[in-house]
């Protein structure tokens, strides 16, 4: 990410001289430049064209991030004390939406791939069930795909939960390129979700920042939805980001499915090509453009490959795990591209130490018992206690092992001997823990009553 890759694609495409000259096009709401927030004219436009691209009924550009977007979302479906069904390795922002708007969550836990840790998304009937317990819920909201490439069959999570009176919200953050053509999985829009939210920036041209929500259907209150955009973004929206969103709007329709067609032809070609490599194993999900390569054979945790790649190579993955690192693949990328990762592989296995055993770590696989809401846990008073002391005790802060990013403790939850020896673990070896204001992993905020 960004899915421009350093700005190739403007350059092979010939959008250069507009990406150099983009600075002029950072203006603000005068005649003629229309305003994001009461569209009547140029932006009204360039929304229009997208929907149209991306197939939804209405599209909004957003320039905080699919964060705003899903913000936005939940806080216009769902009022005070609503509850919202969620898988639990959700993104940050929808717990953070759960205290700003008082909201409810009720989790649903993923699956994991237990050989190399990555979570695998919802599993259908999970998703049905949880629907079924708690037939008050407001709405759904599911990431699709996951981080990982991983995707399931939501369309009958959307038949169902519609028949139950439940509005979809889909996290597409990592998916706006899904519509580039029928090797991938469907798009979210095509399975019936009622709102959409992508961060273009993700996997298609445009800049870091730049996302899109799409509506479609009658379940959407669209005043209200566009009421909480305005109120949670900025009231000075960025021309230059969308202005880059309509750069990608325009390649998305122009070449999105001729270059979409070369880079899946270069992803096949890499697997075949480093299939010869016993030393590398790849895990290529649902949505081909996300490809996982394992480091065990190497010898090499994630975190080292990662550094290698970077520091010997010029290379830079979107994210390493203990068990190895994660490419996100974008119309932005080229075949040399592939092919200098492919002798960098091939360079690393010759000097690697396979004999070093990459030990296993178990992902703490059970939902936290849940005492306070995400907001009544956000304004109790709270203390800082010495980690093992804190068994037992309710959480006061987000523990998030980065990446993937996901909180294994929220704050309102109690806190348990699995997570903190996962996260010490974790820490030993390298791995980042976010959210927890201790860095050094030695103290952690409790609520104090
Ligand atoms: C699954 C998921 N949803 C939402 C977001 C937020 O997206 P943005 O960075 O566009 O605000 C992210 C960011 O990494 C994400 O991974």
Same mark, same amino acid.
């Given at each position: ?72 979302? %939940? ?5 005070? *004390? #609503? +509850? =919202? ?7 940050? @922002?929808?717990?953070? !939406? ?116 799409? %509506? ?5 209150? *669209? #005043? +209200? =939805? ?7 973004? @900025?009231?000075?929206? !960025? ?211």
């Amino acid at each position: 990410m960004p899915g421009h890759k350093l700005g190739k694609v403007y350059d092979k495409l010939g959008y250069s001289d507009i990406v150099k000259n983009i600075y002029k096009m950072d203006t603000t709401e005068i005649s003629g430049t229309d305003n994001l927030h009461s569209p009547e004219g140029i932006i009204k436009k360039s929304q229009e064209r997208a929907s149209r691209v991306f197939k939804s009924e209405y599209t909004y550009y957003l320039i905080n991030g699919s964060t705003c977007g899903i913000q936005g979302a %939940i806080m216009a479906l769902c009022s005070p *004390k #609503d +509850k =919202l069904i969620v898988n639990r390795d959700c993104h940050q @922002s929808v717990i953070n !939406s759960c205290i700003l708007g008082d909201i409810e969550p009720v989790y649903i836990l993923p699956k994991i791939n237990n050989e190399i840790n990555i979570l695998e998304g919802v599993e259908v009937q999970e998703v049905l069930d949880t629907i079924d317990n708690n037939l008050d819920a407001k709405a759904v909201l599911v990431t699709y795909p996951t981080y990982y490439g991983k995707t399931y069959d939501l369309k009958k999570i959307c038949e169902y939960a519609h028949e139950k009176n439940m509005i979809v919200i889909v996290d597409e953050a990592h998916g706006s390129h899904l519509g580039l053509s029928d090797k991938l999985p469907k798009t979210a829009l095509d399975q019936d979700a009622d709102i959409v939210i992508q961060s273009t920036h993700k996997t298609l041209p445009s800049f870091t920042q730049s996302s899109m929500i799409h %509506i479609q259907g009658n379940r959407v209150d *669209k #005043d +209200k =939805l566009e009421t909480m955009l305005r109120i949670i973004e @900025s009231s000075s929206p !960025s021309y230059v980001l969308m202005s880059s969103l309509e750069l990608a709007v325009d390649i998305y329709e122009t070449k999105g499915k001729e270059l979409m067609e070369d880079l899946l032809l270069n992803i096949d070609r890499f697997k075949e090509d480093i299939k010869n490599n016993e030393s590398i194993d790849i895990y290529n999900d649902n949505d081909k453009t996300k490809v996982f390569i394992s480091s065990k054979g190497l010898g090499l945790t994630g975190y080292e490959l990662e550094t290698t790649l970077r520091e010997t190579y010029n290379i830079q993955v979107e994210l390493a795990n203990y068990y190895g690192v994660l490419l996100i693949c974008t119309i932005g990328n080229n075949s040399d591209d592939f092919n200098m990762m492919k002798d960098a592989l091939n360079n690393i296995s010759k000097k690697s130490y396979k004999e070093k055993f990459i030990e296993h770590i178990e992902y703490p696989m059970t939902i936290p018992v849940k005492v306070l809401s995400p907001r009544e846990a956000f304004y109790k008073p709270k203390k800082s206690v010495k980690i093992y002391e804190s068994i037992g005790k309710i959480c006061g802060e987000y523990i998030i092992p980065y990446p993937p990013g996901i909180s294994l403790l929220s704050p309102g939850e109690v806190i348990t001997k699995e997570v903190i020896d996962y996260i010490l673990l974790c820490n030993k070896k390298g791995m980042n823990v976010s959210g927890i204001k201790d860095s050094n992993l030695e103290f952690i905020e409790i609520i104090v009553d």
